[in-house]
Each structure stands twice: as C-alpha cells, then as structure tokens.
C-alpha cells in the first residue's frame, strides 16, 4: 500500500505511521518530498489493513500498489533509478556499454581485448568465468581464475567488470572480485540465487529469461529487490520464437514497456539475440534508437577460435565500427555515447 501523508503532516505524525508499518512487519519506503511524504510499505495486508492506516493522523489518503511487482515498478518510485558503478552510470544520459569476450580464456586474450574494447569506448568490461553451457562437454570457463584474470584487467583499465555467477554457492566469491554480478538468462528463475544476489551489495544484471515474459521478468528483478538489492539492470537478449534465422529473437518491444513498467535501467544484448555477428550492429543501433540505456556486445580477437559463442563475437575493429556509427543513433534520441 501507499500511504500519502497530509503536506502539514508533522514529523512525529510520520515517525508514527512508520512506526505502526514496521510493528506490523511491513517493510517501507518512505519519499520525503518537498511538500508532503509518500510512505510506500510492503508487508501481509491481513495483518494490517489500508483502513486501520487511514485512521492515523496526518494520514491523507491509503492507495494499494496494484501491479505484483512493487519495487521494480514505477507506482512507487517514478524517476528513472541510475545505477552508479566506479563512476560508470547506468541509466543516466550517457550510455552503458559493456563489451568483452563471452569467456576468459587467459589473461592475454582478456587483456588485449579489454585495452581494444576501451580504445573504441567501452565503459565496462564482461567476460564469463563461470560458463552455463547447453552441453556438459563444453568449455565451462575458468572459475576462480578467470574472475582473478578480470579483476587485473579491470585494475589495468580502470573499468568495472561484471561477470555472470551460476550458483548460490559463488556468490560471495564472484561478488569479491566482480562489480556487477550477472544473472543469466538460464537462471532468471532460479530464486534462490536471486535471493542470494539481492543480499549482495554488488549491483545485478538481471538478463531476461529464453522463454519469459515481461512480468516475469519484472517479478525476477522484484526478489533481488525484496532482499535489499535495489540495483537492478535489466537486460534484454532475445526470447525464444519459431524463427530459426536467428539464434533468439530480439524483443525490441521490451525496452519501451519496461521504460513504462519499472523505473530500472535496460540495456540491450544484440550479440546473444542475433547468434551471428553480421547482425549484431543492425539489433545495437535498433535498440539504441529504442530507447535502451546501453548495450553489452560479445567482442572476440579470433572469434574464429573463440572457446564459446564465437559465431556471435565482434572483432575489435567490427566494435569499433558500431561505436562510430552508433554515435549519430544516440546523439538522435538524446543520449551521449
Ligand atoms: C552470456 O552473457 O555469455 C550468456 C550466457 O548470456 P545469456 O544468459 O543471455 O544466454
Ligand atoms: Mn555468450
């Protein structure tokens, strides 16, 4: 529920209302504004009824939250959230990129791409350590690691780097090293690891899942949230449809409705939607066109022997091309790249 306070509702008429939420279990966001507070409260509203809070004094007005997810969406909170990560924003006007291999495969090959990446105007480095892969026999990535390799390139360039963890189990290992912790789309269900992230302090990139819808989506962001995490990225990367020319298909749809859904940052991921990289560039300046708040595009130096997702990789003077010509794109819908 949202509880609007009266505009000449005293301090300690506040502090009560609090109060009387908190005694009752309910967890709350309170929006002190310049003219009148807004108290929004999540908790069991068979414990504690709207009618019981409008009887309060200074209480104005009791409205329910109607949509399911109540952090992620705007009904509380309607300025865009801006996710600040070692002076990188996500979410503001300048746009997020994150660019790097799909996995670390040694320092050299992180590296070199990471130093190439940066020339052309990447802010954030990605690269896998932890790999979920469709076939057992695959290249896993190289765990611990890999996380160590990124966190000296990260050092080396002064970037943040995010990086995806698989299992409730590394949480506290990948959070150690990564600054931004990366949900993938396989696990964008797994609750208990979006419970496990949102005890985490580190920010979460929140993919959407092969087969879910928007809702879905948000409701996943709202268990990171309901934990205490409320810096959520959400990233769109292609849903599974009946068309097979490419590896997903890319929702651009979804960056709109979330704009008008939740207030989180999106960003666009062309590389796992495409699944080949001719087409990547067209999906990154659709998206960006669209209205997302940045990209992650896969960038490989020999894609060709790339130990996964090599088919999708940029090399890094493909990378490069897309940031020059993106650059117009962006400047067209208001946004610096
Ligand atoms: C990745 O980012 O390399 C990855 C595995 O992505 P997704 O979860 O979107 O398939
Ligand atoms: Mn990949």
Redesign the pocket.
Known sequence: MIIIMRPNATAKEIAAVEQQLIDYGFKTHPIYGETRTIIGAIGDKRLLSMNQMLMMDGVENVVPIMRPYKLAGKELKKDPTVINVKGVSIGANALAVFAGP??IESQEQFSGIAAQVKKSGANIL?G?AF??RSSPYSFAGLEDEGLKIMANAGKEFDMPICT?VLDTRDVELVAKYADIL?I????MQNFKLLREVGKCSKPVLL?RG?ASTIEEWLMAAEYIMSEGNENVIL?E?GIRTFETSTRNTFDLSAIPVCKELSHLPIIA?PS?AAGKSKYVCALAKGAIAGGADGL?I?VHNCPEKAM??GEQSLTPAMFSQLMTELSPIAAAVGRTL
């Open positions: 799909c996995a990605r896998g790999k979920p995806e990366q993938g789309a396989r696990n993919k092969l990233c990367r991921d796992h992650m896969e996964s997702d």
